[in-house]
Nanobody, 126 residues
Framework: QVQLVESGGGLVQAGGSLELSCEGS????????MGWIRQAPGKERELVSS????????YYADSVKGRFTISRDNAKNAMYLQMNSLKPEDTAVYYC???????????????????WGQGTQVTVSS
């Protein structure tokens, strides 16, 4: 079992920044790859970014490339998503998720994630 808790969401104006955090517990944090997945109202869940268990490999959706940065600190059992130059279309509930099956590669499909946090709302006003 893995428990994931997100924090850091909120309301920000377009062009602003937010940093999301995700803390994991229950299994060694360095044993699973992780990702940030978002869901806007009426839309399907979208993989925003993912990071391998070591942190050496990362993936970004085209929609956030160059604006978002994913990172993890295995010593602190934490993963982060630094979001800059936010746009109204970034408004969504953001979930962190863990893939326990992975080796040291990024998990690129939403369906492959085994555990999810409760989500944190990010709202970007125009």
């Amino acid at each position: 079992q893995v428990q994931l808790v997100e924090s850091g969401g909120g309301l920000v104006q377009a062009g602003g920044s937010l940093e999301l955090s995700c803390e994991g517990s229950g299994r060694p944090f360095s044993s699973y790859s992780m990702g940030w997945i978002r869901q806007a109202p009426g839309k399907e869940r979208e993989l925003v970014s993912s990071i391998s268990l070591s942190g050496r490999r990362t993936y970004y959706a085209d929609s956030v490339k160059g604006r978002f940065t994913i990172s993890r600190d295995n010593a602190k059992n934490a993963m982060y998503l630094q979001m800059n130059s936010l746009k109204p279309e970034d408004t969504a509930v953001y979930y962190c998720a863990a893939d326990l099956k992975s080796d040291d590669y990024v998990t690129r499909f939403v369906i492959e994630y085994d555990y999810w946090g409760q989500g944190t709302q990010v709202t970007v006003s125009s």
